[in-house]
Nanobody, 124 residues
Framework: QVQLVQSGGGLVQAGGSLRLTCAVSGRPVSRYPIAWFRQAPGKGHESVAILNWSGGGTYYADSVKGRFTISRDDAKNTVSLQMNSLKPEDTGIYYC?????????????????WGQGTQVTVSS
């Protein structure tokens, strides 16, 4: 059984930084695609960053390239999302997600296990 527990997030002014962490139990984070999705108010899930994605290496949505960094700590079995230069449009609920089948796509339907979600609010 895989479990994901998220920490971090909160309220920050535009231009600030936040860090989200996803602690994974049950499988090693080094071997599976793990993604961060976000859901803005009134919208669907958007993939923000993916480790071990189908295209090789790391994926970032165009909207966050150069500002967000996804990384993993194999010793702690965690995956983090460092978010810098935050904008009001980054506001939403952020979820980490685990793909047990190893597909590593950008689509939420491919992910089998999800964290509980963390609110990120960026004020202008």
């Amino acid at each position: 059984q895989v479990q994901l527990v998220q920490s971090g997030g909160g309220l920050v002014q535009a231009g600030g930084s936040l860090r989200l962490t996803c602690a994974v139990s049950g499988r090693p984070v080094s071997r599976y695609p793990i993604a961060w999705f976000r859901q803005a108010p009134g919208k669907g899930h958007e993939s923000v960053a993916i480790l071990n994605w189908s295209g090789g290496g790391t994926y970032y949505a165009d909207s966050v390239k150069g500002r967000f960094t996804i990384s993993r700590d194999d010793a702690k079995n965690t995956v983090s999302l460092q978010m810098n230069s935050l904008k009001p449009e980054d506001t939403g609920i952020y979820y980490c997600a685990f793909d047990h089948d190893g597909v590593g796509s950008r689509y939420e339907v491919e992910y089998d296990y999800w964290g509980q979600g963390t609110q990120v609010t960026v004020s202008s």
